[in-house]
């Protein structure tokens, strides 16, 4: 089945180690989107790629970085974490045009920071 | 800039009961919603989305959606809840582009026998 993939389910890293969340999607779909989801409150979306151009929203902190090295993988890299940067991330994918597409999810990834 | 109002944290409802769970949303144009669903430690589930026609919305587990404009809601229902319903909704509105979804804060279910 078409899906998105979040490896790993659960991640644990020490403080200000640098690691790195990956998503995979088999629906060529042209928009990728990460979100950070704290415990009991909504995602909160981080930046997302159309196509190959990158856009990150206005409080998406530096220490969060992405790449898209093609359609079908997306990465999230977590620079110096922080204790506070616990979360689960969502990766998600939506179609151009989007506007009445609903996004895809994955699984997320379940961040701990040690 | 969209927002999603989800004024209910809790609910809990009896196994067989009706369901209503209420969300309001502020968006200058015509709004293009969904509802998703949540289990512990999982994705989001896209239960169902409206952006145009017949303001009565059915999704997928026998959840249906009304969009009323004049009050800007899009609450979910559901006629009779199973116990397999308890978890997370939460609704989303999505603005223009390429835009992700806004999502509200969420509306935890309880399913009691």
């Known amino acids: 089945d078409a899906m998105v993939i979040q490896n790993p389910r659960y991640q644990v890293t020490q403080f200000g180690k640098p690691v790195t969340l990956s998503c995979s999607q088999t629906l060529n779909h042209n928009v990728m989107y990460w979100y950070q989801q704290k415990s009991s409150q909504a995602p909160k979306l981080l930046f997302h790629?159309?196509?190959?151009?990158?856009?990150n929203e206005a409080d998406t902190p530096d220490n969060f970085q992405s790449r898209r090295p093609n359609t079908s993988f997306c990465f999230l890299d977590i620079r110096s974490p922080g204790l506070g940067d616990a979360a689960m991330y969502l990766c998600a994918t939506s179609t151009r045009p989007s506007l009445n597409s609903p996004l895809h999810f994955g699984n997320g990834t379940r961040l701990t920071v040690t | 800039a969209q927002s999603v109002t989800q004024p209910d944290i809790h609910i809990t409802v009896s196994e067989g009961a009706s369901l209503e769970l209420r969300c309001n949303y502020s968006?200058?144009?015509?709004?293009?919603l969904f509802w998703y669903v949540q289990s512990p430690g999982q994705g989001l589930q896209l239960l169902l989305k409206y952006f145009s026609g017949d303001t009565l919305v059915q999704g997928i587990k026998g959840f249906e959606a009304e969009f009323k404009r004049s009050q800007s809601s899009f609450n979910l229902r559901k006629p009779s809840v199973h116990w397999s319903d308890a978890a997370e909704y939460f609704c989303?509105?999505?603005?223009?582009?390429?835009?992700?979804?806004?999502f509200g804060k969420g509306t935890h279910l309880i399913i009691q026998p």
């Open positions: 989303a509105v999505r603005g223009g582009g390429a835009d992700g979804l806004t």
């Open positions: 790629y159309y196509d190959k151009d990158f856009n």
């Open positions: 968006y200058g144009a015509t709004p293009y």
